[in-house]
């Protein structure tokens, strides 16, 4: 059964620095991997899809790079704005989608 | 892009009582649409996957007496919580795929519904 684990589960940033999210999982035969973001309340916002062919997908300030060898991901946040301030959620795809509980982060203004 | 809506946003109601959760891909087909589940500061838990036009496959541990789901057609899911106790109250999520395996394509995910049960 796949187990997914986000490291750390919480992270406060003055605006401006840079965020790194890490990812784990225990399966590496996966299909893709899947950041996303959720605000209090809300639904899942996709933030980036790394296809196991792929090393990086990048989209803005986004980076998310994936070893699917060693089973993890890190998404990478440039230049943290407090519009950032979300929970961070990966998933690896074995067909299904297995969520980590996920990063809150806080950007400080 | 592909947009998933679920209606209705929050719902309150009574022990004992049924809910119904409707989930609608607005610009796509979705052959597969799933549903999922989530507590307080926890992850997403898959409850099950439906295609459309044939029976639900529910997880391990899920009740499929309980959460009754409907998939009668391409842009159209539902969940149905019945006798829906307390411990039911959380925060439900449908998402919506283009093809029969997630394997390729991309989730599309609903806005969430909040189940309270007093």
């Known amino acids: 059964k796949q187990e997914v684990t986000q490291i750390p589960a919480a992270l406060s940033v003055p605006e401006g620095e840079n965020l790194v999210l890490n990812c784990s999982f225990t399966d590496s035969a996966i299909y893709n991997l899947q950041w996303f973001r959720q605000d209090p309340g809300k639904g899942l916002t996709s933030l980036l899809l790394i296809q196991s062919s792929q090393r990086e997908q990048t989209s803005g300030r986004l980076n998310a790079s994936l070893d699917k060898s060693s089973g993890r991901s890190t998404l990478y946040i440039a230049a943290s704005q407090p519009g950032d301030s979300a929970t961070y959620l990966c998933a690896a795809n074995d067909y299904k989608l297995s969520f980590g509980a996920g990063t809150t982060v806080t950007v400080r203004a | 892009g592909a947009v998933v809506s679920q209606h209705p946003s929050w719902v309150i109601c009574k022990s004992g009582t049924s809910v119904k959760i409707e989930c609608r891909s607005l610009d796509f087909q979705a052959t597969t649409m799933f549903w999922y589940r989530q507590f307080p500061k926890q992850s997403l838990m898959l409850m099950a996957t439906s295609n459309e036009g044939s029976k639900a496959t529910y997880e391990q541990g899920v009740e499929k007496d309980k959460f009754l789901i409907n998939h009668a057609s391409l842009t159209l899911s539902t969940l149905t919580v019945t006798s829906a106790h307390p411990e039911d109250s959380s925060f439900y999520i449908c998402?919506?795929?283009?093809?029969?395996?997630?394997?390729?394509?991309?989730?599309?995910f609903g806005p969430g519904t909040r189940l309270t049960v007093l």
């Open positions: 998402s919506a795929s283009l093809q029969a395996s997630s394997s390729y394509n991309e989730q599309f």
